[in-house]
T-cell receptor, first 115, second 118 residues
């Protein structure tokens, strides 16, 4: 199983709403990532979790709050978003072991629209 | 800081023709290089990767890429394009986090949109 599953596939939320994006993998990977992709742009890294600990935060606004409850799950909690936060949010995972060089596997993404 | 340049925003080829997508990178150490493909509204699928060793790497769907350190390039090639290859292609350079446990920290190029004419 080389799949990263993201739910929901589409999400429309108001600026005062609180919602969460979910990502799941069962490949035993210990590194997980959130990327944001605006229309007609490449993906940009937001967060990296390594062994369930936040390893990298690319200066993301606090209205985005990541959480890694266990090694298979990664959440992204959303609160008080702005319309410019509308984008495709991609989750990815990789093996995450020292000296093990592997690629990142991406999910299909959640298309988020903030109204 | 690392960067990736894909000079061609949009390429159009006829079905059956050969294809080369260009990618140049800037990175201080030995780069980890990847090509991903993305269909509209979808996630990213890995085509191939280079970490070390043989500079000509084979990938899925008949794609190959050649790492040329002297030119800081990692161009993607396919000898005969199929209509199903129409998509957006991203070249990316990867680096590890401080603990050396995460290789998914990717910097992407701007992407090249491939259109295939019948």
């Amino acid at each position: 199983d080389t799949e990263v599953t993201q739910t929901p596939k589409h999400l429309v939320m108001g600026m005062t709403n609180k919602k969460s994006l979910k990502c799941e993998q069962h490949m035993g990977h210990r590194a997980m990532y959130w990327y944001k992709q605006k229309a007609k742009k490449p993906p940009e890294l937001m967060f990296v979790y390594s062994y369930e600990k936040l390893s990298i935060n690319e200066s993301v606004p606090s209205r985005f709050s990541p959480e890694c409850p266990n090694s298979s799950l990664l959440n992204l909690h959303l609160h008080a978003l702005q319309p410019e936060d509308s984008a495709l949010y991609l989750c990815a995972s990789s093996q995450g072991q020292i000296l093990v060089r592997t690629e990142a596997f991406f999910g299909q993404g959640t298309r988020l629209t903030v109204v | 800081a690392q960067s990736v340049t894909q000079p061609d925003i949009h390429i159009t080829v006829s079905e059956g023709a050969s294809l080369e997508l260009r990618c140049n990178y800037s990175y201080g150490a030995t780069p980890y290089l990847f090509w991903y493909v993305q269909s509209p509204g979808q996630g990213l699928q890995l085509l191939l990767k280079y970490f070390s060793g043989d500079t000509l790497v084979q990938g899925i769907k008949g794609f190959e890429a050649e790492f040329k350190r002297s030119q800081s390039s990692f161009n993607l090639r396919k000898p005969s394009v199929h209509w199903s290859d129409a998509a957006e292609y991203f070249c990316a350079v990867g680096q590890t986090n401080a603990g050396g446990t995460s290789y998914g920290k990717l910097t992407f190029g701007q992407g090249t949109i491939l259109t295939v004419h019948p």
